[in-house]
């Protein structure tokens, strides 16, 4: 079958006004449910009091009943006596002795303030002596009491329809008595995975598939927004069984989504069979979106029918963009406003035109801004539309328009959040991956510091240290004239927090002539110039990227354009046979199965600048580094601390 192309690639704005004007918009039918199972949920309707709270004129400490005249007049040295009543008001205790001039009884906390009684005087304020009270601070009428209806008045509208239940709402609720509450019915949303490539999360994993993560994510997301996900499992590229799919889900739920399968290749068949519905079916499909392009938007009678991207960035971005407004709206809950900082765009973006283009960011504090300048710096985070992991570490997003072509770092953007409030870490890692970060910082967590890590290689994390948006920059960057490693590139305003040595080296798979028993440097001299032995490389400005390009002296080898951002990723090339060699660490190596022929000793540090030398965070990560057992767990990473 032949690749199709778009039908009609459409503007964001009128995708979305062509999808809102075949949906439903407003809120399910109402329910009533038992108040243990409110929470979250959204009133249909005003809630009035049929009760006064409190019920009853109620002490509100621990005290004795009075007539506020019987204590003017008191002070410490010349006390007001009252004769005590022999009966103690407990609460849940109505009494039964008048208190008149001239007498006090004893009350409790929340007990029912006695006929006559007009204010409470608190314990510690008296003493008492053979039935006699003595009262050493004079009170007012009113003092220590709360009357009936102070909190609440019978008849008072308490909550208002459409008002989120938490637990605060559901305490009001017990409060007046309520056992049982209208709240509108949670829509009902079918989660359809499709896809031969998509394997549950639990099961085996296969060469050529992937964990079905889209699953999970839109459910947890549509819970987030007040709905009840149903998940109907993976269907196979099948028409026929995706047929009956999509006709179950119709059936029983109020929205239904396919993750996967609405491009237009050979093997993409969600949308061919959403094209089958004409009541009215297809109202969008292609919007000039990225991420997000392929997405397509139906409607069966008024239920809403959404061809999700399969790639997890895109399918979230388009969820969050066209349905989780819908669900929102059925499940009675009000539109969200995100809220938007400005910040200043630490590098270039180039941007296509012709397509809106939503750029996730991560945030981070800027040094020394004069007033009126942006306060945080917003790094892009470009993993692609088919990274698990972005939407999960951005803070939140910035719009480029579709007839914007680049937009140069130190433009000031506008960012909307992700979530309702800005949470900045405590230490701030700009720079290199290494596995050894990963669990120092793992162990920061443990301390309670939150951390923010965005890989950017070496080269880019020491220009965030020398702007001050980072505490640290992990690099390993070796100086070609002095043969050292990290110290030169220091300025004035920037120390250097020593870390730790890796072995890098030739990573290849075992039993490969080509490399086995070889030395690395012989090895690479004699086949790159091999057209038929493949290299994997790695991202330019990164200190491993530095290594190779002193190692191949200029000369490109077959696969030299092929640049991922990890060790990780080297490895995986290598493994799975789209490459025959990389340059990788010797741990990611041993993990991946792989041949290691040793290249070069390097050292992996951790420059701050002196600005934040004193911060608590950073001050944690240099005594983490100083601990016994911290350095015998990044020996057995593979890592070895240099000796004082």
């Not at 049982?180 to 998509?198: F, K, N, Y």
């Not at 951390?451 to 020491?462: D, Q």
């Not at 991946?592 to 420059?607: C, I, K, N, R, S």
Request: aromatic share 6%; charged share 25%.
């Amino acid at each position: 079958m032949p690749q199709e192309q778009f039908l009609e690639v459409i503007d964001r704005d009128e995708a979305e006004h062509r999808f809102r004007r075949v949906v439903r918009l407003t809120p399910l039918a109402a329910e009533f449910v038992p108040l243990a199972d409110a929470f979250g949920r959204v009133l249909s309707s005003d809630v009035a009091a049929a009760v006064d709270v409190p019920s009853f004129d109620r002490s509100n400490f621990d005290g004795f009943a009075v007539r506020a005249a019987d204590t003017f007049g008191a002070t410490e040295e010349a006390p007001r006596q009252l004769w005590l009543l022999p009966e103690t008001i407990a609460t849940s205790v109505v009494p039964q002795i008048e208190v008149v001039a001239g007498v006090a009884s004893a009350i409790a906390t929340g007990g029912m303030v006695p006929r006559g009684a007009d204010a409470v005087v608190m314990v510690e304020h008296t003493d008492e002596e053979g039935g006699v009270l003595l009262v050493r601070r004079a009170v007012t009428p009113g003092a220590g009491i709360s009357f009936a209806g102070t909190d609440i008045g019978m008849g008072e509208t308490v909550l208002r329809r459409g008002d989120v239940l938490t637990s605060r709402e559901t305490g009001v609720l017990a409060a007046i008595g309520i056992s049982r509450v209208g709240v509108w019915r949670r829509p009902r949303v079918a989660i359809l995975s499709t896809g031969d490539e998509i394997v549950a999360p639990g099961e085996p994993m296969q060469p050529g598939k992937v964990y079905d993560s889209n699953a999970r994510i839109l459910a947890d997301a549509v819970r987030e927004l007040g709905g009840e996900p149903v998940e109907l499992g993976i269907v196979p590229d099948d028409l026929d069984r995706l047929r009956h799919g999509l006709q179950d889900a119709l059936t029983m739920c109020d929205v239904v989504l396919l993750s996967g399968g609405t491009s237009k290749g050979q093997g993409d068949l969600s949308y061919r069979v959403v094209r089958e519905l004409t009541d009215p079916g297809i109202v969008a499909h292609g919007v000039a979106l990225k991420p997000g392009k392929p997405i397509c938007l139906a409607a069966s009678g008024t239920k809403p029918v959404v061809v999700l991207p399969g790639f997890p960035t895109s399918a979230v971005f388009t969820f969050h963009e066209f349905v989780a407004p819908v669900i929102r709206a059925l499940a009675g809950r009000p539109p969200e406003s995100r809220t938007v900082v400005p910040s200043r765009l630490a590098v270039k973006i180039n941007s296509e035109i012709g397509r809106t283009e939503y750029l996730l960011v991560g945030l981070v504090e800027r040094p020394r801004i004069p007033a009126g300048e942006a306060a945080l710096a917003a790094y892009p985070m470009g993993k692609g539309s088919g990274s698990v992991t972005t939407f999960s570490h951005a803070d939140g997003f910035v719009t480029i328009e579709r007839h914007v072509e680049m937009v140069e770092a130190g433009r000031v953007v506008d960012v909307q959040l992700l979530g309702r409030d800005l949470r900045l870490a405590d230490l701030v890692v700009i720079g290199s991956h290494c596995v050894g970060l990963d669990y120092l910082l793992g162990c920061l967590q443990d301390l309670g510091y939150r951390t923010k890590f965005l890989a950017v290689g070496s080269l880019a994390g020491l220009d965030a240290a020398r702007r001050g948006e980072c505490d640290l920059a992990g690099i390993h960057l070796l100086d070609p004239e002095t043969g050292q490693y990290n110290r030169p590139f220091l300025s004035d305003d920037l120390d250097l927090i020593a870390g730790y040595g890796r072995l890098q080296g030739i990573v290849f798979r075992r039993g490969d002539a080509r490399f086995e028993g070889c030395e690395a440097q012989a090895a690479i001299a004699a086949i790159k110039h091999d057209s038929a032995c493949a290299m994997v490389n790695r991202n330019p400005g990164s200190g491993t990227r530095i290594l190779i390009d002193r190692l191949l002296g200029g000369d490109r080898p077959a696969g030299y354009a092929v640049q991922p951002r990890s060790h990780n990723a080297v490895a995986a090339a290598v493994a799975q046979a789209r490459a025959d060699w990389g340059v990788a660490i010797r741990r990611v190596a041993d993990q991946a199965g792989l041949g290691f022929l040793p290249l070069a000793h390097e050292q992996y540090d951790f420059v701050v600048p002196k600005s934040r030398a004193d911060r608590p965070a950073v001050e944690a990560f240099r005594r983490l580094l100083a601990d016994v057992e911290v350095q015998q767990r990044l020996a057995e990473l593979g890592l070895a601390i240099p000796a004082e």
